[in-house]
């Protein structure tokens, strides 16, 4: 079946330094991928996708690439902010299955310090 | 861009009583809208479906008739947790599928219920 696999957290950074968030999926075809975050007290919000494998999604300096020959999606920053602390979420949206939930994964908690 | 909102954001009630939660899709119309529970630290775990104009369908392990879905147009679907008790505390959160089903989904901003 479908499945997504996050690093587990937290993973505790100071200002500035490099992020990495691993997510491998396992699923059929060519799903799209995307990365959610949810800051603290509040829903989630689409940070980047990707529907194609070797798209590269990114946005506010984040960045994933759709890697098809490793099943992987992975989450990098190079350089993050105490502003980016949050909950990141990977999640599948199925080949061919108009009309189904995303699949997520558990979440991996990012937490930055000054 | 696409919005979904979510009422109420918070919302306390007592053991016993019944809860109702509103998702609507603000700027698009949405055929499918998931509901979703999330347990402090961790993932989001789908509770069910809801089509417009037809039944829910429920995730296995999720109680049809404590957890009443009603999707009565394009715009509006409501989550309402019956006889509600302490267990039932959770954070719970609607995505909306715009009809044009581009894949992805938008989340409305979560509605955190605590029974006391």
């Known amino acids: 079946g479908n499945s997504v696999t996050q690093m587990e957290g937290p993973v505790t950074l100071s200002e500035e330094a490099f992020l990495t968030i691993n997510c491998t999926y396992t699923?059929?075809?060519?799903?799209?991928l995307f990365w959610y975050v949810q800051y603290p007290g509040e829903g989630l919000q689409l940070l980047l996708k990707?529907?194609?494998?070797?798209d590269k999604g990114s946005n506010k300096g984040f960045e994933a690439t759709y890697r098809k020959e490793t099943t992987s999606f992975h989450l990098e920053k190079g350089s993050v902010q105490v502003s980016d602390s949050a909950v990141y979420f990977c999640?599948?949206?199925?080949?061919?299955?108009?009309?189904?939930?995303?699949?997520f994964g558990k979440g991996t908690t990012l937490s930055v310090s000054s | 861009g696409a919005v979904v909102s979510q009422h109420p954001s918070r919302v306390i009630c007592k053991s016993g009583t019944s809860v109702k939660i509103e998702c609507r899709s603000l700027?698009?119309?949405?055929?499918?809208m998931f509901w979703y529970r999330q347990f402090p630290k961790q993932s989001l775990m789908l509770m069910a479906t809801?089509?417009?104009?037809?039944?829910?369908?429920?995730e296995q392990g999720v109680e049809k008739d404590k957890f009443l879905i009603n999707h009565a147009s394009l715009t509006l679907s409501t989550l309402t947790v019956t006889s509600a008790h302490p267990e039932d505390s959770s954070f719970y959160i609607c995505?909306?599928?715009?009809?044009?089903?581009?894949?992805?989904?938008?989340f409305g901003e979560g509605s955190r219920l605590t029974v006391l």
């Open positions: 990707a529907t194609k494998a070797d």
């Open positions: 700027d698009f119309q949405a055929t499918t």
């Open positions: 999640a599948l949206s199925p080949a061919n299955q108009a009309g189904t939930a995303l699949i």
């Open positions: 699923a059929t075809g060519y799903p799209s």
């Open positions: 995505s909306a599928r715009n009809a044009l089903n581009t894949g992805e989904l938008f």
């Open positions: 809801s089509n417009e104009g037809s039944k829910a369908t429920y």
